[in-house]
Each structure stands twice: as structure tokens, then as C-alpha cells.
């Protein structure tokens, strides 16, 4: 069977014609495998839902038990057949529950591997390459200028800051799901044990990966009222990045700006945000990972989504791999 019969885009999202379900598809469909909780790759609103666990309650959490007619949990490693096509649901690396989505039909074999990372993150599983005929990858920072650095010495800069700046709060962006979380395990990792404060966005979310087994160590509300400015002095705040635009973050004592995002490797961009301390931290992975990903997968073709798609697809001819760009619409790549 050839690779684009078993999986093409449509409009909705990637699309499996013989199984006749959809890949994280950004309109209501009737039948949905959806990767990972991001906003732009699982929505509500779709007839059946199949997902891990893990990504499903999320989805309850964000949209409302009633996020789709009915759902399937997805356990990692097993095969469920649908409409007769093989699929079955692997570790991405990306946040808690994130899987790629291998689908096997007709000695075909292709694998979506939704967003992921390489690097070791203390909140979710690690991603495990799949062989597979076909590997569709992100490119989010497909660009060999983008090398994100350990995510432990962003953290102990975060940390130092504070140390040298006592009276200041410092205020962390971070995306409510996944990111948020993360930074704080390796805030903790890092021996740092006072209360983080967190904006009331992430509180669902950070208790939901407390149950799930992430010790996020003692969180408190990051509520400002007359007369407490004085407790975030030196103080680590995260939120969400929306929030760092509004009133809300302006009445935090002397704040230091901080970011904790992928694009601050790009100065320009921090500047432009008005970021005084930027974390390169990214639950994406970066120009070295992507390369030894599509190495790993065997994959004798890769198509290429939501990025730099160019560069990938040019490293990939000049290695012997077919390449294509593979034009999706709709991902806005909630979590980068
Ligand atoms: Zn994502």
C-alpha cells in the first residue's frame, strides 16, 4: 500500500482513509486520535475520541467531561485495530500522557509522531523510536541554528537571580500545560525548596500532575491583595504567558521578567517581549534531536510539519532519505 493512501491531509487534519479516522484534527470530526493535550492538537467537540489515558483526562480537565460523544483509552504499546488498520500509541516525550500514533496497514507502516523531545523531563515518559516505513516529524525549531542548552544550567540562572536579586519577583512564563510543571520539577531538582507561586491557570493542571505522580513540592496561589507585595520579594512566580501582559503581573514588586520557551534562543524575540531573563527550555525538539530521531526510526521517507520544514527536508534528500513538506493547517504550537 502506498504511504499516501494510508494517510493524507484534509482540511479537518491528517487523515487515514481505509481506518477512516482523523490525526489530531483541528475541526469536529466523527473519529479522532488525538497525541497530546495542546490546545491546537486536541480539541473538543469530536464524536470519538482515542486517546492515552492520561491525554484524556486532560482534555476533561481543559473542555468539560463532555469534550466528545464518546472516548478509548489508548494503553502504550497496545494494538487496536480500527476499521481493520493497526494503530497503537508510543511515548513522544512531549508532556504528561503525549504519544506518537503508529499506524500499520498492508506492510505499511507509518509513524505521527505528533510533537516531541529527546531529552530526559522528570514529568513525563521519554520518547522511544518506532521503525517505521514513513516518519512524520515536527519542525518547530527545524533550523540548525536552534540548540537548546541543558535545561539545568537555565534553571540554576533562574534560581541565581534570585539569590542576586532578593527583593525582586521573579516572574516565569510558562505554558499551563506541560511547560509550567516542568520547570518547576527542575526548580525542585535543583535544591530549591521554598514556595513557588503559581498563576490560578496552572492550578488544575499542576494538581493533576501531582496525582499522577510529578511531586511539584508546595505550591501556593500567586494572589496579590493590599499589603502582601512583600511576600514575593525574591519570590519564583510562573504563569501563564498571557498573563505576563496584563495588570496582573504589573503589581509584583520590581518583577524580572523571565520566559521559559525554545524561541529564546532568538534574542530578538526576548527583547521584543520585554524578557529580562530568558529560559531556553522547550518541550520541542531541537535541530540535533530531529536529526537523530529520523536517523533511529530507519524511516526511508519523512514528511515534514508545522515549522521549518525547508531545512529538515534538505538535510534529509542529502542523506539519502526521500522528504516532504507536509502541509497542515491549523497548529499554532501551544507549547513550544
Ligand atoms: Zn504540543
Redesign the pocket.
Known sequence: MRAKDLLHPRPEGLYCPPGDFFIDPVRPVDRALIT?G?S??ARSGHAHVMATDQTLQIMALRYGENFAGATQVAKLGEVIEVNGVKVSFHPAG??LGSAQILVEHKDCRIVAS??YKRRADPTCLSFTPISCDVFITEATFGLPVFRHPPDTEEVARLIKSTEQFPERAHLVGAYALGKAQRVIRLVRDAGYDRPIYIHGALAKLSRFYEEQGVALGELLPATLEKGNKGDFAGAIVVGPPSAFADRWARRFPDPVASFASGWMRIRQRAKQRGVELPLIIS?HSDWDELIETIAETGASEVWVTHGREEALVRWCEINGIRAQPLHLVGYE???D
Do not use: L, N, S
Request: charged share 40%; net charge negative.
Open positions: 497530546h495542546h491546537d492538537h512531549h508532556v505528533g510533537d518541550d504550537d501551544e507549547g
